[in-house]
C-alpha cells in the first residue's frame, strides 16, 4: 500500500525541466533538422556544441543545488542554536 501511494504522489509531482534538458531537446530537434537537410557539417558542429555546452549547463545545475543545500543545512543549524540558547535562558 506505501509503495502504491508513494508511486501515485511521485507520478503526480509537477516536474520543472531544467534549462539544460530544455537545451537539449532544442539541439536534438536542430540536430535531426540538419540530418533531413543532409548537411553533415551543421550535424558534426551542433553535437560538438551541445555536448560542451550540457556539460557545463548540467556542472552549473549541479553546483547550485550543492551551494543551496549547504544554505539550508547552515540556517537549520543556526536555527537549531537559536532554539537551544533560548531553551537555556526560559
Known amino acids: 500500500v506505501l509503495l502504491d501511494i508513494y508511486r501515485n504522489k511521485k507520478a503526480s509531482e509537477v516536474?520543472?525541466?531544467a534549462a539544460s534538458d530544455l537545451y537539449k531537446e532544442d539541439m536534438t530537434r536542430r540536430?535531426?533538422?540538419?540530418?533531413?537537410?543532409?548537411?553533415?557539417a551543421e550535424v558534426s558542429?551542433?553535437?560538438?556544441?551541445?555536448?560542451?555546452?550540457?556539460?557545463?549547463?548540467?556542472?552549473?545545475?549541479?553546483?547550485e543545488k550543492v551551494r543551496i543545500l549547504a544554505e539550508e543545512k547552515e540556517a537549520e543549524r543556526l536555527f537549531e542554536m537559536e532554539?537551544?540558547?533560548?531553551?537555556?535562558n526560559a
Open 15 to 17: 516536474r520543472i525541466p
Open 31 to 40: 540536430i535531426a533538422d540538419a540530418k533531413q537537410r543532409g548537411d553533415g
Open 45 to 63: 558542429k551542433l553535437k560538438t556544441e551541445l555536448k560542451a555546452t550540457y556539460a557545463r549547463m548540467k556542472g552549473e545545475e549541479k553546483a
Open 83 to 88: 532554539m537551544n540558547s533560548r531553551e537555556g
